[in-house]
Every structure is written in C-alpha cells, then in structure tokens.
C-alpha cells in the first residue's frame, strides 16, 4: 500500500507540475529572419514631378541656348562691319552666354571664294574680331572666346556665283567648353 501511495503521489505531484508549466505564459518565438526594412520617407509625387519639370526645362534652355548661340552671322562683300542682322543675332548670343556662363566659344571667321588666300585669310580673321568685340562689348568676358579664320578653305555652300558666295561670308560659333 504504500508503494502505492508512492505512486499516487508521484503521479500527481507530475500532474500538477505539468498544469502549473502549462499556464505560465511563453515569450514569444522569436523570427531570426531578417526584415525588409521600410521604405525611406520619400518626396511627394508633386515634388518629385515639379523636380522633373523643373529638370526638363533647364535641359530645353541648355538646348535653346546651344540653338542660338550656333547661329551664323552673314557679311557683305569684302566687308567685316556688322549688320544689323548680325547684331540682333550676337545679341541673342550674348543673352544666352550669359544665362550659361561655363559655356565658352570658337568663332570661326569664312570668306567666300574670290580674293588671294592670303587676304581671304585676312578677311576672315577681321569678321571673327569683329563679333568677338561685340560680344565683350555686350558683357561677356574675352575669355570665354577664341577667334580663327579659314579664309575660303571652309565654303558651307559650293557655287560660284553670289547666292553661294553669300552663304560662305560668314561666322561660325562653335561651343568647345560648357
């Protein structure tokens, strides 16, 4: 009888330590796995489109600057003085080098096809000075130019007749920086 009782009490003092393991309350399982992370905080989609406007507008006046300031101007015959039209165009220039100040230019001086090569040459260097002083009259640093001439040697049209040799009295503006 007593084994039994042994037993019996055994067998409870088991039970009722099972039921009291049982109804403490367990942590948690933990999940060792690594967790996205939120996405960082980020602008407003009206932000962020006003940002792309803005950015394509700047690259469209980049654009229109480079435009205006690869217009050629013309010239008389033998002549290097400015036209009017060739003002009005190197004051368009001047407005684009300003709004863009890292820009810096060549400015190639051309003669059309009649004269020696050596006046022509000399020609075409009096154009290309002539612009370039009238653009630093206009504000904008000497620095930011060279000048050149190619004479004849460059015709932008062949011909031999004045509506080429029109188009070969001129200046061309060549953006070598910015």
């Not at 940002?51 to 033998?78: K, N, P, V």
């Not at 040697?153 to 953006?175: C, K, L, M, T, Y």
Request: charged content about 35%; glycine content about 8%; some cysteine.
């Amino acid at each position: 009888m007593l084994g039994r009782r042994l037993t019996l009490l055994t067998v409870t003092a088991l039970a009722l330590g099972l039921a009291v393991g049982c109804s403490r309350k367990q942590p948690p399982a933990t999940d060792d796995r690594p967790r996205a992370e939120p996405p960082p905080a980020t602008e407003n989609a009206g932000d962020a489109d006003a940002a792309r406007r803005a950015e394509e507008e700047a690259r469209l006046a980049r654009e229109a600057a480079y435009g205006s300031i690869q217009d050629m101007i013309f010239f008389d015959f033998d002549r290097s003085d400015l036209r009017e039209d060739a003002r009005q165009t190197l004051q368009t220039k001047a407005e684009a080098l300003r709004q863009f100040p890292d820009i810096r230019i060549r400015i190639e001086g051309h003669a059309d096809e009649r004269g020696t090569v050596e006046y022509n040459l000399a020609l075409g260097e009096r154009r290309a000075d002539a612009a370039r002083a009238y653009l630093i009259d206009l504000g904008i640093d000497s620095d930011r130019m060279t000048t050149i001439s190619y004479g004849e040697e460059r015709p932008a049209v062949d011909g031999h007749n004045e509506a080429a040799w029109s188009q070969n009295r001129r200046d061309e503006f060549v953006i070598i920086g910015g």
